[in-house]
Nanobody, 122 residues
Framework: QVQLVESGGGLVQTGGSLKLSCTAS????????LGWFRQAPGKEREFIGA????????SHVKSVKGRFTISRDNVKSTVYLQMNSLRPEDTGVYYC???????????????WGQGTQVTVSS
């Protein structure tokens, strides 16, 4: 089992940047693929992207490709979401999630953080 805690959210202007962190408890962080999701007000939670166990492969949805970058540090048990060129439509609660899998395409995750709020003002 793994517990996840996100941080780094906040208020930023359009075009600005934020870097979210998600730190995991336990000693088995490298066993887990990590995903990032977000939920905008009044909308369903949506998948943003994921990173494999080693960090060698990432995937991103089209709406954030070229603007958002996922990385991880297995020594620090932390996964990051670097967000650049932020837009008002990026506003929402951002969640990290973990699953013991090698399927980079999966949208199914077992463990979730509590979320961190990102607000992009126009």
């Amino acid at each position: 089992q793994v517990q996840l805690v996100e941080s780094g959210g906040g208020l930023v202007q359009t075009g600005g940047s934020l870097k979210l962190s998600c730190t995991a408890s336990g000693r088995t962080f490298s066993r887990y693929q990590l995903g990032w999701f977000r939920q905008a007000p009044g909308k369903e939670r949506e998948f943003i992207g994921a990173i494999t166990r080693s960090g060698g492969t990432t995937s991103h949805v089209k709406s954030v490709k070229g603007r958002f970058t996922i990385s991880r540090d297995n020594v620090k048990s932390t996964v990051y979401l670097q967000m650049n060129s932020l837009r008002p439509e990026d506003t929402g609660v951002y969640y990290c999630a973990a699953r013991n899998t090698v399927d980079i395409g999966t949208r199914v995750y077992d463990y979730w953080g509590q979320g961190t709020q990102v607000t992009v003002s126009s």
